[in-house]
């Protein structure tokens, strides 16, 4: 009977040190949980990933018109202004605003397999400043170049905008003009 009373009582024992059903209902849903964090977040991660890579290609696209300006001669001294002659697609160029507006298009310089290449276009606004500050007054350039391209994410389509701005001066090589 002793043996028998030491069997109970480690039954009993056994039974309060075990899992309740609700207690491992509740941990399945906890690691179900994370699980599904971890899941969302990984999904999320690789989005913002595919948004960065697309970004840094527009802003080189963006550069890379910027940089078509800056090679461009404006020399007052010899009266040529070639950024007002910049390769883009229906350029205007307003002589008494001294606006002038045209765009591009590329595709971004990313690696492509098939068809899953992405356009961007890029406006380019250039405007004339004339006589800002000083009594012989400086003439600049604005440039402004803005890349529009399209970020395909969360079930549906969003366009996104790069934007670059800078100001040039006149070349004036002619050293008699310093």
Do not use: C, H
Not at 78 to 107: C, D, F, H, P, Q
Not at 113 to 118: D, E, K, P, Y
Not at 135 to 154: E, N
């Amino acid at each position: 009977m002793r043996q028998l009373g030491s069997n109970k009582a480690l039954s009993q024992q056994r039974r309060a040190s075990a899992f309740t059903l609700a207690e491992v209902v509740i941990a399945i849903a906890i690691a179900g949980v994370v699980f599904a964090g971890i899941l969302s977040s990984s999904v999320q991660m690789t989005k913002r990933a595919e948004w960065s890579g697309q970004s840094l290609a527009a802003q080189a696209l963006a550069i890379q018109q910027l940089e078509q300006a800056r090679s461009a001669v404006w020399d007052n001294t010899i009266a040529k202004n070639e950024m007002t002659n910049l390769n883009l697609i229906g350029w205007s160029y307003n002589t008494n605003t001294g606006i002038g507006r045209g765009y591009s298009a590329a595709v971004l310089d990313l690696p492509i397999a098939g068809t899953n290449s992405i356009m961007a276009t890029n406006f380019v606004t250039i405007t004339q400043l004339n006589n800002i500050t000083g009594s012989p007054g400086v003439r600049l350039q604005m440039v402004q170049v803005d890349t529009v391209w399209i970020f395909r994410a969360y079930g549906g389509v969003r366009l996104q905008t790069n934007t670059v701005v800078t100001y040039f001066a006149p070349d004036n090589v002619d050293a008699s003009n310093l």
